[in-house]
């Protein structure tokens, strides 16, 4: 029996099935080469150069579907278009950080080869996934940014607070030794005094009377510190204590006071006063003496408000101008620390021809 030999193709045969082995090289060879080129340039992408290097992702990505360009828009932008493709950092559940519009492309499905769309799918997610890492990156910069400034601000408000309570100790200091120890020791030598040993009034001088003025001194010091109408009364009645006593020194005094049906928390309470006793204590210092001033406090409003304006001769034309009213004085620095506290803020400047005015405000809730 004859041997039979096998049908070999046609050259017709061979040469389709070459071209078309070559035409599916060259597109594995395409896929292969937009994956690598574009996993390079997205891992040595950073926060400076993440948009140049997704544009040109993007813009290679058209090329590879044969459309002339594409754009890369955030979450925000792509409301408008139809035909934006959602970037996703990871998997398909994950929600879009930005979308990809691809100028003749209205969707992954329109695509026609089944691996060129695989291809396009991995592509999306290598643009996710750095989207994502350096979007991280850069919130975690931001955090730490913040972080930092918070950590100076606070070394700063340290510094301020120990330099408020040392010269809080001065004033307190000075005021016990020119007040009360001097009342305190001419009381003493009157009571020693050889008259009222024998049971005699001294050149007329009343023991009783020195000591009920000691006493009214040493309540004027505790006052000062931290006055009970605040914690018995509330604010208000604090600051229509700061008023009269500005008001017995020769200032006239306008007050307007309004307050809400509940009281509001200690710590916001401390606070405002504080505010407050700064801002006289200012006013008595730079006012260059008696003067018009007005108390404002609406504590019924959302936010709550406190003005405190004076009309006197306010500050210099050369202590404006070095920087006074932009905040380089301790007692300012520490009025608006204590003011962001509670969420609140203060400003303050020169009044419009006179005098100087310091506004705080805050949250009705805190």
Same mark, same amino acid.
């Given at each position: 029996?004859?041997?039979?030999?096998?049908?070999?193709?046609?050259?017709?045969?061979?040469?389709? &099935?070459?071209?078309?082995?070559? !035409?599916?090289?060259?597109?594995?060879? $395409?896929?292969?080469?937009?994956?690598?080129?574009?996993?390079?340039? =997205?891992?040595?992408?950073?926060s400076l150069t993440l948009d140049e290097v997704i544009e040109r992702c993007a813009q290679r990505l058209a090329f590879f579907v044969g459309c002339r360009s594409a754009v890369v828009l955030q979450v925000e932008a792509q409301a408008s278009n139809e035909n934006a493709i959602p970037i996703t950092a990871a998997g398909d559940d994950s929600k879009a950080i930005a979308w990809l519009v691809v100028d003749g492309l209205s969707g992954i499905d329109a695509i026609p080869d089944e691996e060129d769309r695989d291809a396009f799918r991995m592509e999306l997610d290598q643009l996710g996934l750095t989207i994502d890492r350096i979007t991280k990156d850069r919130e975690r910069g931001e955090l730490l940014s913040k972080l930092q400034e918070r950590e100076q601000t606070l070394g700063? /408000? /340290?510094?301020?607070?120990?330099?408020?309570?040392?010269?809080?100790?001065?004033?307190?200091?000075?005021? /016990?030794?020119?007040?009360? @120890?001097?009342?305190?020791?001419?009381?003493?030598?009157?009571?020693?005094?050889?008259?009222?040993?024998?049971?005699?009034?001294?050149?007329?001088?009343?023991?009783?009377?020195?000591?009920?003025? =000691?006493? $009214?001194?040493? !309540? +004027?010091?505790?006052?000062?510190?931290?006055?009970?109408?605040?914690?018995?009364?509330?604010?208000?009645? @604090? =600051?229509? @204590?700061?008023?009269?006593?500005?008001?017995?020194? *020769?200032?006239?005094?306008?007050?307007?006071?309004?307050?809400?049906?509940?009281?509001?928390?200690?710590?916001?309470?401390? @606070?405002?006063?504080?505010?407050?006793? %700064?801002?006289? $204590?200012?006013? +008595? #210092?730079?006012?260059?003496?008696?003067?018009?001033?007005? =108390?404002?406090?609406?504590?019924?409003?959302?936010? /709550?408000?406190?003005?405190?304006?004076?009309?006197?001769?306010?500050?210099?034309?050369?202590?404006?101008?070095?920087?006074?009213?932009?905040?380089?004085?301790? *007692?300012?620095?520490?009025? #608006? %620390? !204590?003011?962001?506290?509670?969420? *609140?803020?203060?400003?303050?400047?020169? *009044?419009? &021809?006179?005098?100087?005015?310091?506004?705080?405000?805050?949250?009705?809730?805190?």
């Open positions: 029996m004859r041997d039979t030999l096998p049908l070999l193709p046609s050259d017709g045969e061979t040469i389709a &099935e070459l071209r078309e082995l070559y !035409r599916a090289a060259e597109s594995r060879a $395409a896929r292969l080469r937009l994956l690598s080129v574009s996993a390079r340039e =997205l891992a040595e992408a950073n700063m /408000l /340290l510094d301020q607070i120990f330099t408020a309570q040392e010269e809080e100790r001065r004033r307190v200091s000075h005021e /016990l030794h020119d007040g009360v @120890a001097q009342t305190a020791t001419a009381l003493v030598r009157i009571l020693e005094s050889p008259a009222v040993v024998a049971g005699q009034v001294d050149g007329g001088v009343n023991p009783a009377e020195v000591a009920r003025s =000691l006493v $009214a001194e040493l !309540r +004027r010091v505790i006052a000062g510190l931290r006055p009970t109408l605040l914690d018995d009364l509330g604010l208000i009645s @604090a =600051l229509q @204590a700061l008023a009269e006593n500005l008001a017995a020194e *020769g200032y006239s005094v306008t007050q307007e006071f309004s307050q809400g049906d509940q009281r509001l928390a200690p710590v916001v309470e401390t @606070a405002i006063f504080r505010v407050a006793q %700064e801002a006289v $204590a200012n006013i +008595r #210092k730079h006012a260059g003496g008696p003067c018009n001033v007005t =108390l404002v406090a609406r504590l019924d409003t959302d936010p /709550l408000l406190l003005m405190i304006e004076d009309e006197g001769v306010g500050p210099s034309d050369e202590t404006k101008i070095t920087g006074m009213l932009s905040g380089n004085s301790v *007692g300012i620095e520490v009025m #608006k %620390e !204590r003011m962001a506290s509670i969420g *609140g803020s203060l400003d303050w400047g020169a *009044g419009d &021809e006179s005098g100087v005015f310091v506004k705080a405000s805050f949250p009705a809730q805190f």
